[in-house]
T-cell receptor
Framework: NAGVTQTPKFRVLKTGQSMTLLCAQD?????MYWYRQDPGMGLRLIHY???????AKGEVPDGYNVSRLKKQNFLLGLESAAPSQTSVYFC??????????FGPGTRLTVL | AQSVTQLGSHVSVSEGALVLLRCNYS??????LFWYVQYPNQGLQLLLK??????LVKGINGFEAEFKKSETSFHLTKPSAHMSDAAEYFC???????????FGTGTRLLVSP
């Protein structure tokens, strides 16, 4: 099993550009999550999904959109990137109310 | 709303010394509590979790944590630090629906020879 994978690992964008981050899991987990990690602020939840076709807002959803068309994939989109979205983005999945399994992260820089 | 507070953004210990990382939680219902570790340039890995069974929880790599309801604490300890323990540690609490986690701001553990 590959676990949770994230694509790409690194990306540099200019202000106003758009991009999509892909998260994939091969563990048949129902729940999937997108977090951002910033120095001194821990992990903050952007959006999450409790099953295929469902999404919900987390703590910091503004400027991001998500889709969960397939159970194994959870996409995070930035329609018009801003420098404030420079961060490390982590995806996680979970089978239930138990532990979350994290991907390796995507480091995004917006100039 | 659920929240966690981690006291100390950095903790320094010598190799072989006791490790104590502090976490206090706020929850309106009996919580699930977690400790995760993040090594440089990696994702988070679960160290241990408390899910209302035994109050003393043992995790991987010799770490353990004790749930103290009266103190609303879930401190992480290890009797003897190793150089490989140098990492960032995050405490987390489940939300009331047990669907989401709320993370603390993290504590970076530094281990000196």
């Amino acid at each position: 099993n590959a676990g949770v994978t994230q694509t790409p690992k690194f990306r540099v964008l200019k202000t106003g550009q758009s991009m999509t981050l892909l998260c994939a899991q091969d563990m048949n987990h129902e729940y999937m999550y997108w977090y951002r990690q910033d120095p001194g602020m821990g992990l903050r939840l952007i959006h999450y999904s409790v099953g295929e076709g469902t999404t919900a807002k987390g703590e910091v959803p503004d400027g991001y959109n998500v889709s969960r068309l397939k159970k194994q994939n959870f996409l995070l989109g930035l329609e018009s990137a801003a420098p404030s979205q420079t961060s490390v983005y982590f995806c996680a999945s979970s089978p239930s109310r138990a532990k979350q399994f994290f991907g390796p992260g995507t480091r995004l820089t917006v100039l | 709303a659920q929240s966690v507070t981690q006291l100390g953004s950095h903790v320094s210990v010598s190799e072989g010394a006791l490790v104590l990382l502090r976490c206090n939680y706020s929850s309106s219902v009996p919580p699930y509590l977690f400790w995760y570790v993040q090594y440089p340039n990696q994702g988070l890995q679960l160290l241990l979790k408390y899910t209302s069974a035994a109050t003393l929880v043992k995790g991987i790599n010799g770490f353990e944590a004790e749930f103290k309801k009266s103190e609303t604490s879930f401190h992480l300890t290890k009797p003897s630090a190793h150089m490989s323990d140098a990492a960032e540690y995050f405490c987390a609490v489940s939300d009331t629906g047990f669907q989401k986690l709320v993370f603390g701001t993290g504590t970076r553990l530094l281990v000196s020879p």
